[in-house]
């Protein structure tokens, strides 16, 4: 890891660029030879590097191509991809061109994207392969402005009508159909060769996850998401050494800024990760420098750390838990927080770091200056754990609506519970019960055709309200919970299940969790339970593990409620779990339970198990037993 002061800033000014498309053309012109793109050739079986300079010839290609469908500019443009060279060739192909690129999730459900394919209004969409058009297309039949659907990876005789008037095309045929000879000359590209040249024209829609009803399209500009990422540099800098691993889904707002837009600004490379399932092995692959990530992968690398933990001696497990807390008094220490460790700790430090930290840290490719956990809440304990390894670590809090950062910690002054202090030009103050407000040039242009949510979102004094409960201390913001998200017992107690689902989850036999209990006299747990944790569990108590019937097994109850109680030890006792429902069978997307930014689907998992709801109470039999 190279120390900062040799590391080169080379920042592109959003003023200097105006559009998004025109800072990707000057960053050819200033570095058309440095490593731009890295993805997995699945044909060669190689990783393929991709230069600045070559990459703007592609997005030439793709421009012209698209220039032929002769759509007007502010039209609609839709893609349906995994993270890769293409996706962003896509994208700034039809940003030059003025569209309006609609990002779409590739594990979301065929009827959300159908449905937001008609609420965009697309005039194309671009998938992967012809069998995912092919799940979509009855879903589509209706949609009378969607005219042609392309095809990344099309079997030969593949064009034709897809569906109706819809016509489905092979991108290789389409891109081999352009006249190259007409393209402007990539080396001397710049801002002004593009057609799109409005900062203020509407950039991209991006829909929201739909947790509560059916998603909302965020009209986002070429300034509002300029102004981010550079704000976001000016907290976190970037550099031209640095190399990210992208895996979070370019559709999310927080990847597509943080893990895209800023990387050109500052004129970093990106390799594109082949999969969550590869992930490990990539990072190994890979070394970034920079990772951009939501909770759960520092959860899932905590979890898996600790299980090895369970199976190593008593001494390996105290040399851990050592490392662990001599490391966090380091960096308290650094941060002007706390003392100075001793001189033994100052000694043991080296060691341990060797011995323990690096060989954990090796997991995420062991050479990462700035990791940055984004999305949701990460639990503190899991932050200390990664700090005192000695990660550098930092928690940023934003949403889609912001473009979509509002808040991060700074290395040099982070307070891991805190989701940091506003950036450069962000306004915050609490507002209405604790509700926290933002300002700022990066907030959304409105809700596509939702003029009455806009205005429920943006007052008239241009405060973003985010719906999320939160406090300020000494500037460092602490997110509390949802406004929307606070379950109120029968007795009046208030609790924000977000909270209680956080703790929960730490305890490594336990997936996901959802409390429930509004209305009710206590609280009570629905809880999808890890397949490997769940047969150590049943084993250990007597239980046949493949048995449908060891999960409502009162032994099986007390022991996961014991677990519970651990976790929860923090919390008042009003909010104590009382009643528990086990479940082997995940949440996912495919189901309807969790949207594809991993939040969970209250309202929709609640109906699945309603009945197993009314159960856990009526089991409970008395009132008295909940107090």
Not at 86 to 92: P, S, T
Not at 529 to 553: D, P
């Amino acid at each position: 890891m190279r120390p900062e002061s040799s590391l080169q800033s080379d920042i592109i000014q959003g003023k200097a660029a105006g559009t998004l498309p025109g800072l990707f053309a000057i960053r050819i012109k200033r570095t058309p030879e440095s490593p731009a793109y890295r993805q997995f050739d699945t044909a060669s079986g190689v990783w393929r590097s991709y230069t600045w300079q070559e990459m703007g010839m592609l997005v030439v290609c793709w421009k012209l191509a698209l220039a032929r469908e002769n759509f007007a500019p502010g039209d609609r443009v839709a893609i349906l991809l995994h993270n890769s060279v293409e996706w962003v060739c896509f994208d700034q192909a039809a940003l030059s061109l003025g569209l309006v690129v609609v990002p779409l999730y590739p594990s979301d459900t065929p009827g959300n994207i159908a449905y937001i394919l008609a609420d965009s209004g697309a005039r194309l969409l671009l998938v992967g392969t012809q069998g995912r058009w092919e799940t979509l297309s009855p879903l589509c039949a209706s949609l009378t402005g969607l005219s042609k659907v392309l095809c990344l990876r099309c079997p030969a005789g593949g064009t034709g009508k897809a569906n109706r008037e819809i016509v489905l095309e092979g991108v290789e045929d389409w891109l081999a159909r352009t006249d190259q000879s007409a393209g402007p000359d990539v080396n001397q590209a710049g801002a002004d060769e593009y057609y799109c040249t409005d900062p203020r024209a509407l950039a991209t829609l991006v829909y929201t996850s739909g947790t509560t009803g059916r998603p909302k399209g965020v009209m986002l500009s070429h300034y509002n998401i300029l102004w981010n990422a550079e704000a976001v540099l000016k907290a976190i800098p970037g550099y031209r050494e640095d190399v990210y691993l992208s895996f979070l889904p370019l559709s999310h707002a927080f990847e597509r800024t943080v893990g895209y837009y800023v990387p050109i600004m500052a004129g970093s490379s990106v390799a594109y990760a082949r999969s969550l399932k590869n992930l490990a092995e990539d990072l190994t692959i890979v070394r970034p420098s920079v990772l951009i990530a939501v909770p759960q992968i520092f959860e899932s690398v905590h979890t898996g750390v600790r299980q090895q933990l369970q199976e190593k001696s008593p001494l390996a497990r105290l040399l851990f838990d050592w490392t662990v807390a001599i490391g966090w008094q380091r960096f308290a220490a650094m941060q002007g927080r706390y003392s100075q460790p001793s001189w033994w700790q100052r000694l043991a430090w080296p060691v341990l770091r060797r011995l323990v930290a690096d060989r954990v840290l090796a997991r995420l490719g062991g050479r990462l200056r700035l990791a940055v956990s984004g999305g949701s809440p990460l639990y503190g304990e899991i932050s200390r754990c990664f700090i005192g390894l000695g990660l550098p670590l930092v928690q940023g809090y934003g949403l889609t609506e912001a473009a979509p950062v509002l808040t991060a910690n700074h290395l040099e002054d982070n307070i891991p519970d805190s989701v940091g202090t506003a950036l450069p030009g962000v306004e915050i103050r609490i507002g209405d019960a604790d509700e926290l407000l933002a300002r700022s040039p990066g907030t959304m242009l409105g809700y596509w055709n939702r003029p009455e949510a806009t205005r429920a979102a943006i007052d008239p004094d241009g405060w973003l309200h985010t719906g999320d409960q939160a406090r300020i201390t000494d500037g460092h913001v602490f997110i509390c919970g949802r406004l929307k998200e606070i379950l109120v017992t029968s007795s009046g107690e208030k609790v924000p299940p977000a909270d209680l689902e956080m703790a929960i989850v730490q305890e490594p036999l336990f997936d996901q969790a959802m409390v429930v209990g509004e209305g009710r006299p206590c609280l009570a747990t629905l809880l999808v339970l890890n397949r490997c944790e769940w047969e150590k569990l049943a084993s250990s108590i007597g239980l046949e593990v493949a048995a449908a019937e060891s999960l409502t097994h009162p032994a099986a109850q007390t022991a996961v409620l014991a677990r519970i109680k651990t976790a929860l030890r923090g919390f008042p006792r009003y909010a104590r779990v009382r009643a528990v429902y086990l479940t082997l069978e995940p949440w996912s997307v495919e189901n309807g339970l969790i949207t594809p930014t991993m939040k969970l689907k209250r309202s929709a998992i609640e109906q699945r198990f309603a009945e197993e709801i009314i159960q856990l109470y009526v089991g409970l039999r008395s009132p008295d037993l909940c107090l």
